[in-house]
T-cell receptor
Framework: GEDVEQSLFLSVREGDSSVINCTYT??????LYWYKQEPGAGLQLLTY?????DMKQDQRLTVLLNKKDKHLSLRIADTQTGDSAIYFC???????????FGQGTELSVKP | EAQVTQNPRYLITVTGKKLTVTCSQNMNHEYMSWYRQDPGLGLRQIYY???????DKGDVPEGYKVSRKEKRNFPLILESPSPNQTSLYFC??????????FGPGTRLTVT
């Protein structure tokens, strides 16, 4: 079946850039998403990229998509302690409302 | 305010005692889904619905039931809960089958 993989942990210093990586297997992906989950909270949609785009920038967030390698990344510039959370990459399986999630990457930002 | 609501937010129950987790959305969305979140596994889809009276199994449907009698509501039913259903549950809705809005989550403990 379709699969999405992420590394589980990332630790950075405040002010540095964070890069969270994700790989997926579905060659027919339409949208790919990044969700943020703060402790004890639900999932917040951070950004998404359509499959015919290579890059999308939204303030401190940059999403890069390499369709050939099926690789997606989220770069957070000037990472702040408030960015500490779990970040999930998700792939749209079909238009039936199904998302395939990665395991989540726990980002820890040290002052 | 557009939102997805779930109740209860926290539930502790015993093995075998039937329970229902309610989910409601006020965005007139056609697509609704239930996910469970477990450490190291990300979110996995339990069931989804593409419209009233149309439901289908996700990746981990065993031990769960759903119904979609009205567009706004999509309850999750555990007829005979077991400890391996201890998890964090999220309901989500979508208007276009792609972008999903998540509820705040229900933390279920089955002893």
């Amino acid at each position: 079946g379709e699969d999405v993989e992420q590394s589980l942990f990332l630790s950075v210093r405040e002010g540095d850039s964070s890069v969270i990586n994700c790989t997926y297997t579905d060659s027919s992906s339409t949208y790919l998403y990044w969700y943020k989950q703060e402790p004890g909270a639900g999932l917040q949609l951070l950004t998404y990229i359509f499959s015919n785009m290579d890059m999308k920038q939204d303030q401190r967030l940059t999403v890069l998509l390499n369709k050939k390698d099926k690789h997606l990344s989220l770069r957070i510039a000037d990472t702040q302690t408030g960015d500490s959370a779990i970040y999930f990459c998700a792939d749209t399986y079909n238009q039936g409302g199904k998302l395939i999630f990665g395991q989540g990457t726990e980002l820890s930002v040290k002052p | 305010e557009a939102q997805v609501t779930q109740n209860p937010r926290y539930l502790i129950t015993v093995t075998g005692k039937k329970l229902t987790v309610t989910c409601s959305q006020n965005m007139n969305h056609e697509y609704m889904s239930w996910y469970r979140q477990d450490p190291g596994l990300g979110l996995r889809q339990i069931y989804y619905s593409m419209n009233v009276e149309v439901t289908d199994k996700g990746d981990v449907p065993e031990g769960y039931k759903v119904s979609r009698k009205e567009k706004r509501n999509f309850p999750l039913i555990l007829e005979s809960p077991s400890p391996n259903q201890t998890s964090l549950y999220f309901c989500a809705s979508s208007g276009d089958g792609y972008e999903q809005y998540f509820g705040p989550g229900t933390r279920l403990t089955v002893t």
